[in-house]
């Protein structure tokens, strides 16, 4: 069966640098959907009515290519978008979908925003990023497993809990 590794935590809670950490390390395809949701923004503009839905549709569509390709496969996200519940139980019927919960506190998230390439990220102001880790705070799902990515980076801790993980769903 196919698995779809999912990191869901606040902006800035370490989900990018995660995914590309299982890529590295586990040659898990970590695929970033920022980019797919930006170019959907370039095309249809930054306030078009639809703009969230079809954003969600090209993701989809996205990882439906990499799954063809790949038996596991890891992306990231909030949570915080209402195509969020649509696009899990879409890719559900498509593959074991395991839910990893990055837990982060919001000012360092904010500090690791300010610190990192906005050119590979949505472009969102300070007060639009309190307001969707808020929502994304409460987001509440069905966890797999959780990952504590509070101060410093712990890689092999990660990387154990991902493995251990996998392992599960292999039995």
């Not at 949505?122 to 797999?144: F, K």
């Amino acid at each position: 069966m196919k698995r779809v590794i999912v990191l869901v935590g606040l902006k800035g809670s370490g989900k990018s640098t995660i995914g590309k950490l299982l890529e590295n390390q586990l040659q898990i395809p970590f695929i970033r959907v920022e980019p797919i949701y930006l170019h959907v923004r370039n095309e249809l503009g930054p306030t078009h009515p639809d703009l969230e839905r079809e954003g969600f549709r090209a993701i989809l569509a996205g990882l439906t290519q990499a799954l063809a390709r790949h038996d596991t496969i890891c992306f990231e996200t909030t949570g915080a978008s209402q195509q969020t519940s649509w696009l899990l139980a879409e890719l559900g019927r498509l593959a074991d979908v395991l839910l990893v919960q990055v837990q982060a506190d919001p000012a360092q998230c904010l500090e690791r925003i300010h610190g990192r390439d906005a050119s590979t990220h949505i472009p969102i102001a300070d007060d639009n990023i309190e307001r969707i880790n808020a929502v994304a705070a409460q987001v509440t799902l069905p966890w797999a497993a959780v990952i504590n990515n509070r101060g410093k980076l712990d890689a092999a801790a990660i990387l154990d809990t991902i493995d251990a993980l996998l392992r599960g769903q292999a039995d």
